[in-house]
């Protein structure tokens, strides 16, 4: 059993004013690979190091297989840390970095030996065996940091945006290589990332962190479609969904001259309301919200329309991001009409809260 | 059940009294000789094996004695001379120099640089005695002169400190004075000297020190007692009034206590000083 | 002119005041000293050509320099093993993140910056037979005075003990500062991996502070090969008692300013230069070896 528990975590830098994590409740379950991901200062990586001990949890507790480990020392937690920058000990050969835990375990040296090879053979590392961190690339001392964890068989993996030193080719190749392993291997993992499409391609859930508190943990796909809040609509999906706070008027907002229903349990308790539109649910048409095109971005496959809203009486400053076909799209500085199909906008309170699922 | 549990207070608080017990422990090795000398001279003569550390009876007459049995003003007035005028011309023209290696392209310059490093190896002791016979071919023996001429045009590891400094600091600072049209000289003088600020106090401040704690050159150059330093003038005092203690003590501490000021002001400088010539690592 | 020749030129005049010091001060003398080294001269007399005969004395006929060597050799290991394991230790222990560590770092070196004449004067006082804070305290754990300054080998002890005082901050500060220099995530790496904080001292600490280490033994090295002002003034200038204190450094002054042989104290000086950079080198290559090795 190597499932990992937060329960009411609470971590405070001394003379902050804010925790850096706030009553964190999560649990990972045995062999699952969870994502936490939030923008820098949201308090992943701390909540990680306290998984690891290198954190001290001021008030709550952490639970490895059940254990509580909370005051327990890193070196008892069986657990094994993928850093950042590696942090490969630079005098040692990539051998001996691999084996260094279990030398102090004080396994047999035939038994370090044939995990040392065996891990090198899963990341395609034996040439570079005796060699020094100096002598290899990014992506192999990538691979030796990872090698490093996998020949401790620990209880769990904790991974500290372990690929955000490679270059963008060697990351999207590296992504698909890691969750493969980690399917392989079956460890328990925590992983962090500020990147939220590494989130949603490698994790079985992930957890959206802001300020120190847990917005919504949840599966890739369940984040994307059902947002608890607008901070989460707003992160995770690129381009990020538009979000318009508009006035609420006989049970319906306009975006534009487009005129929208609101439900009615909504518009009955709120005199406002945030309406959230993703980009791919925008038609272009005859029909829906004028808008003046500022930019366009052509990525090949898609292409992102960036815009501003045009009223009746003039042009308002709100922005909108809407998705084009790859064919022939409109030119900069014309205007459109773009439209959403109802069934696919979300609503937001002003406070953040989801009030109602398109799906 | 939240917050660290209590077995994880008790062994912080072990681990935290062990650290300062060991701090402090370390502390006293530090001070205690001078607290010892401190404590000596605040005693009279035969009641020197006191083991307090403070005397019922300070006797701060000590202290007076030290002037009437040595010129001490007079002496303090040659090592803060000799100080300030070595200190002065070292951190000019070290700094000068420094930046013409650092930044000033010319013929042999790399050659001449390994050169100066060379020199760092040589021991005192080659050099001592052709100086001395150096020093008495200019008629310098027992003149100021032998004390400041030597060190006013710079040395070698000041050049070497500066220099390192220098190619630490970014070229676009030149590189805009170089298009406004600036000459090497003005360069030096307005644009980079303000910058090189931190490493001049390291190197003022360890020039300082190395003058007035130099014993050996003072000792083979001067007789005369109104241009002698003042680790002569003790040394001379300890010869004289062999086991005297408490004045020797009262002269120790006089002489230590312009020392621990200049260390105190400006401690953070003389530690960089030491860790740059350090550069310890891997 | 050229800018670029401006330019050079300016650098030609910049070093070269500095450039006429050295040459002055520090090459000349080289040169003279090797020369002088050869001859026989009391600075009275003009100077005599003797070849290598003051080589040759010192070599084979002058029991006082073997004295003055194993003196040498004793004291420079006497203070540089002490001052290793203590200022490892020293450096260690102040290097963590405590409150009130910077007052203590302060109060550490301070002896790194007070005056080794005045404290040789000051140790003296400690080291005193009959009213010494040493034999004080050894007193009042009931062991006997201890003959400091008294007795050659005690004596030998009492430059050592002193030597270690003045030289371990300077050590401390250069090891520490060294041991800042390694990354908090590779000591939070070897934590997870298990180590003890002994043993990340041992595998980890260590292993990357060896360039540090290495240029505080060679700096120890010679400055202990060459020591003067201490023994000058805690032992005397003859080295007594009984040559217990007689090191080179003072066999050299000996020579050249009490007996006016200033050719025998050349000799001697190159003697000690060879050695040293025999030594230097020798210490170099170890090093080199060592980190080849790891």
């Not at chain 1, 084996?99 to 004080?106: E, M, S, T, V």
């Not at chain 2, 001279?41 to 020197?48: F, V």
């Not at chain 3, 050799?73 to 394991?85: E, K």
């Not at chain 3, 963590?96 to 770092?105: H, L, S, T």
Request: overall charge positive; some cysteine.
């Amino acid at each position: 059993m190597a499932s990992v528990g937060f329960e009411h975590a609470t971590r405070r830098y001394p003379g902050t004013a804010r925790a850096a994590v706030h009553d964190l409740d999560l649990t990972v379950d045995d062999g699952e690979f969870l994502v936490v991901v939030g923008p820098s200062g949201c308090g992943k990586s701390t909540a990680l190091r306290m998984v690891a001990g290198l954190e001290p949890v001021d008030s709550g507790r952490i639970r490895i297989g059940g254990r509580d480990v909370t005051d327990t020392d890193p070196k008892e937690r069986d657990t094994a840390m993928v850093f950042q920058n590696y942090a490969l000990y630079p005098h040692m050969t990539v051998a001996q970095n691999m084996g260094f835990a279990l030398k102090i375990a004080k396994l047999p040296r035939a038994q370090i030996r044939d995990r040392v090879l065996a891990a090198a053979r899963l990341l395609d590392l034996q040439p570079y065996l005796d060699r020094r961190p100096k002598d290899l690339s990014g992506g192999q001392r990538q691979r030796v940091a990872m090698g490093r964890a996998i020949v401790r068989q620990p209880q769990v993996f904790l991974m500290d945006e372990p690929l955000s030193n490679l270059d963008a080719k060697l990351r999207a190749q590296t992504r698909s290589e890691l969750a493969a392993l980690q399917r392989r291997l079956g460890t328990t993992t925590v992983y962090v990332t500020h990147d939220q499409a590494e989130a949603l391609t490698m994790g079985d859930r992930v957890a959206v962190l802001r300020d120190g508190v847990l917005q919504q943990c949840a599966s890739p796909r369940a984040l994307y479609r059902e947002p608890a809040n607008v901070f989460v609509a707003g992160f995770i999906g690129s381009p990020a969904m538009n979000l318009l706070t508009l006035p609420i008027r006989d049970y319906s907002v306009a975006i534009g001259d487009w005129v929208v229903a609101v439900p009615r349990d909504i518009s009955d308790t709120a005199a406002q309301v945030v309406v959230g539109i993703r980009p791919e649910h925008f038609e272009l048409g005859s029909m829906g919200v004028e808008i003046e095109i500022d930019v366009v971005e052509e990525l090949g496959a898609d292409t992102y329309l960036y815009g501003r809203i045009i009223t009746p009486d003039g042009a308002i400053d709100q922005h909108i991001v809407a998705r084009a076909g790859w064919r022939d799209p409109p030119a900069r500085g014309s205007r459109i009409l773009v439209r959403a199909d109802p069934d696919r906008l979300h609503f937001f309170a002003t406070d953040g809260r989801c009030l109602r699922r398109s799906y | 059940m939240s917050g660290p549990t209590e077995r994880v207070i008790k062994r912080s608080v072990v681990r935290a009294v062990a650290l300062y017990a060991a701090l402090i422990g370390m502390a006293w090795c530090a001070l205690f000789p001078i607290l010892w000398a401190l404590s000596g001279s605040l005693k009279t003569e035969p009641g020197i094996a006191e083991p307090n550390l403070f005397p019922a009876h300070p006797q701060w007459s000590n202290y007076a004695r030290v002037f009437s049995l040595m010129p001490f003003w007079r002496m303090l007035g040659n090592t803060v001379l000799y100080a300030c005028c070595v200190t002065l011309g070292q951190v000019f023209f070290c700094s000068l120099a420094g930046y013409a290696f650092a930044r000033l392209r010319f013929r042999g310059r790399d050659t001449l640089f390994v050169l100066y490093l060379a020199t760092l190896m040589v021991p005192l002791t080659v050099t001592v005695i052709p100086q001395f016979i150096l020093m008495r071919a200019f008629g310098w023996t027992d003149t100021p002169w032998a004390m400041i001429v030597p060190g006013l045009f710079g040395s070698a590891f000041g050049t070497y400190l500066m220099r390192q400094f220098f190619l630490t600091l970014p070229t676009d600072l030149e590189e805009a004075a170089v298009l406004d049209g600036c000459s090497p000289w003005q360069i030096y003088w307005r644009i980079l000297l303000p910058h090189i600020r931190p490493a001049v106090m390291v190197l003022a401040v360890l020039t300082w020190v190395n003058v007035w704690n130099d014993f050996l050159w003072p000792l083979v150059m001067i007789q005369r007692r109104d241009i002698a330093t003042l680790t002569l003038g003790l040394v001379w005092m300890q010869g004289q009034y062999v086991s005297r203690w408490p004045v020797l003590m009262a002269a120790s501490i006089l002489i230590l206590l312009p020392l621990l000021g200049v260390y105190g002001f400006a401690q953070r400088a003389f530690v960089r000083g030491i860790t740059l010539t350090g550069f310890g690592g891997r | 002119m050229t800018p670029d020749r401006r330019r050079a030129r300016a650098g030609r005049m910049f070093v070269a005041p500095n450039l006429g010091a050295l040459a002055v001060f520090m090459l000349f003398p080289l040169g003279f000293s090797l020369y002088m080294s050869f001859q026989k001269w009391d600075l009275f007399t003009p100077p005599k050509f003797v070849g290598v005969a003051n080589f040759r004395t010192l070599f084979t006929a002058d029991p006082l320099f073997l004295i003055a060597l194993r003196n040498t050799a004793v004291f420079t290991v006497g203070t540089i093993v002490p001052t290793l394991l203590v200022s490892l230790a020293a450096a260690a222990i102040l290097n963590r993140k405590a409150k009130a560590i910077g007052i203590f770092r302060a109060i550490i070196f301070v002896p790194l910056a007070v005056s080794s004449v005045v404290m040789a004067v000051v140790w003296q006082f400690v080291f005193n037979v009959d009213d010494g804070l040493l034999n004080t305290m050894l007193g009042w754990l009931g062991l006997g005075p201890v003959p400091w300054l008294i007795d050659p080998g005690w004596a030998m002890v009492s430059l050592c003990v002193v030597s270690v005082w003045k030289s371990v901050p300077f050590a401390t500060v250069v090891l520490l500062a060294a041991m800042q220099g390694v990354p908090e995530t590779l000591h939070e790496a070897a934590t997870i991996d298990g180590a003890s904080e002994l043993r990340r001292f041992v595998s980890i600490t260590v292993p990357l502070i060896r360039g540090a280490l290495s240029f505080v033994v060679i700096i120890s090295v010679i400055n202990a090969f060459q020591a003067f002002d201490l023994v000058y003034v805690l032992t005397g200038g003859n080295g007594g008692p009984e040559t217990g204190t007689y090191v080179l450094g003072i066999m050299l002054f000996q020579h050249a300013f009490a007996f006016l042989d200033f050719g025998y104290a050349s000799a001697l000086a190159w003697v000690m230069f060879a050695i040293l950079l025999a030594l230097t080198v020798l210490q170099l290559r170890f090093a080199r070896r060592m980190s080849l090795e790891i």
